[in-house]
């Protein structure tokens, strides 16, 4: 079955901190990777796409890497700020999976003052 | 501004009622999705229809009913013979069927007293 898991599952940081969240998958064969964002209560908005031939790519202080030979990917997020509380969740396409998107559980974020 | 409108945002229904939420889009999307989000767990697929007067039944369909009669707009209802129905439901859409970036409305949250 395919999966996809992140971790931490929750997290504390200070403000102006960084931190870096992780996903492991193991859909074969890939498609695409994105992270969304999920304020508590809303819809989850896209913060990047990843396709296969990509390793870096940056959405402001977001930073997602791919490493498609390992199958992991991470989101660096520099300079904290109270607004980036949330959860971030992790979703990969298989390219023959059809409709399939399989979404990780995410990853809940706090930044403190 | 183009989007995804889901209503209402906050739903109480009695045990044993159907209950029927709106998605409309005007992203001119033929793709439109419904995703059931529950605490600790990733969204989960409920149904999708790639185009008008077609929908497909996704990992946990029972218990719910989808109509697409314009491509606006995607309406979920979920029926009393759904044993769980409390959830947060999130509409989503895309330019094509498993292509494109994937645009989520705010969601609506349900609960079953």
């Known amino acids: 079955k395919n999966q996809v898991e992140q971790s931490p599952q929750s997290l504390i940081i200070l403000e102006g901190k960084n931190c870096t969240l992780q996903c492991n998958y193991t859909v074969s064969p890939f498609s695409n990777l994105r992270w969304y964002k999920q304020d508590t209560g809303r819809g989850p908005v896209s913060l990047t796409i990843?396709?296969?031939?990509?390793n870096t790519k940056s959405n402001g202080r977001y930073t997602a890497t791919l490493d498609a030979d390992t199958k992991q990917s991470s989101l660096h997020i520099t300079a904290s700020q109270l607004s980036d509380s949330a959860s971030y969740i992790c979703v990969v396409s298989g390219s023959n999976s059809g409709y399939a998107l399989n979404f990780g559980k995410g990853t809940s974020l706090l930044v403190t003052p | 501004d183009g989007g995804i409108t889901q209503s209402p945002k906050y739903l109480f229904r009695k045990e044993g009622q159907n209950v029927t939420l709106s998605c409309e889009q005007n992203l001119n999307h033929d793709a439109m999705y419904w995703y059931r989000q529950d605490p600790g767990q990733g969204l989960r697929l409920i149904y999708y229809s790639q185009i008008v007067n077609d929908f497909q039944k996704g990992d946990i369909a029972e218990g719910y009913s989808v109509s697409r009669e314009k491509k606006e707009s995607f309406p979920l209802t979920v029926t009393s013979a759904q044993k769980n129905p409390t959830a947060f439901y999130l509409c989503a859409s895309s330019i094509g069927h498993g292509t494109g970036e994937l645009f989520f409305g705010e969601g609506s949250r349900l609960t079953v007293l």
């Open positions: 990843m396709t296969f031939s990509e």
